[in-house]
């Protein structure tokens, strides 16, 4: 099971070792805390990223990124994992962004 909004794991019940349920649900809160993306837009994802980087994929994505469009992206231990965000600020721009039924948007002038 999952918590309704974010889908982060719970763990279950009578688990002899919870440590390996706990990490999976730090994992996506800190996917999803504070959304501060290298880039936003991008179909294609970068050639070496490091741990932690999170970007936002364009709207048509190729390679490790293909049918992901417009989710969080975010590398970790050598693989790609991906979330639906609602709000990033992207370190290329200084701007912070929405998501809504129409994409991503800027917030502000």
Not at 83 to 90: K, L, Q
């Amino acid at each position: 099971m999952t918590t309704p909004n974010n889908q982060i794991p719970y763990v279950p019940e009578n688990t002899v070792d919870p440590a390996a349920g706990l990490n999976q649900a730090l994992n996506v809160v800190d996917a999803l805390l504070q959304v501060r993306v290298m880039s936003l837009g991008e179909n294609a994802p970068p050639v070496a990223p490091d741990d932690g980087d999170r970007h936002i994929v364009g709207p048509a994505p190729t390679g490790a990124w293909a049918g992901q469009a417009n989710r969080l992206a975010r590398w970790l231990d050598g693989g790609w994992d991906f979330f639906d965000a609602a709000i990033a600020v992207n370190l290329s721009d200084d701007r912070l962004y929405l998501h809504g039924s129409t994409g991503w948007v800027v917030v502000g002038p």
